[in-house]
């Protein structure tokens, strides 16, 4: 007869999720054990394997979850009768607030990815490649006279941008609400302006 699914299934494997983050980012994935995951989550490592068969997957379920939720926060903006200033400055904030209490899943993003198999990269790289196209589709309506048939110069100032908010992330770990939101602005500011000078 099979097991049937208990009500709280979705509840536990979310905890789950957040404890193992927090586990790997403060031990490193390779170091950490499922018996160190199941010991902070308060439940047996058989427990952990009923819902995630093996590390592999695990790692998966937390970057999965993790990246999905950002890729519909960023495509759920409505975006329409936006200037490109407007509509850059409404993405780069999403983005800073979505990193706000993510610092686990997103410090294992960098490390735990290349672990795993080709086709659960394929999918996490589908959403992050999504997100870059957010980003990169604004930019080109704001100066297409300088992105035309150059893909390579679209891609640099697009990851330009994410890495000013990755280092905001970095180093204003205490930031408010207030202050992501004026990053956000100072970010299409710095971004598009510049791009007028060309």
């Known amino acids: ?11 536990k494997r979310r905890h789950i999720l957040n404890i193992a983050a927090e586990v790997f980012a403060r031990e490193g994935i390779a170091r950490a054990s499922m018996n160190e995951v199941a010991k902070a989550c308060g439940i047996s490592k058989a427990n952990i394997y009923h ?4 590390k592999d997957a695990l790692i998966f379920g937390i970057l999965d979850n993790y990246l999905s939720e950002l890729l519909n926060q960023i495509c759920g903006l409505n975006l329409k009768e936006l200037s490109p200033e407007k509509q850059l400055e409404l993405v780069a ?3 800073l607030f979505a990193y706000e209490g993510m610092d686990h899943e997103h410090k294992i993003q960098t490390e735990g990815l290349p ?3 080709q086709k659960e990269q394929k999918v996490l790289k589908l959403y992050q490649r999504e997100m870059i196209d957010v980003v990169s589709g604004i930019l080109a309506e704001s100066s297409p006279e300088y992105f035309t048939d150059n ?9 330009s941008v994410f890495g000013m908010l990755n280092w905001f992330y970095m180093w204003n770990p205490d930031a408010d609400r207030a202050a992501r939101i004026a990053y956000a602005e100072t970010a299409a500011k710095i971004t598009l302006g510049g791009l007028k000078s060309f």
């Open 1 to 11: 007869m099979a097991r049937t699914i208990a009500k709280d299934y979705d509840t």
């Open 51 to 54: 819902y995630y068969g093996s």
């Open 93 to 95: 904030r999403e983005f």
């Open 115 to 117: 672990l795993l198999p």
């Open 151 to 159: 893909r390579a110069r679209l891609r640099e100032t697009t990851m």
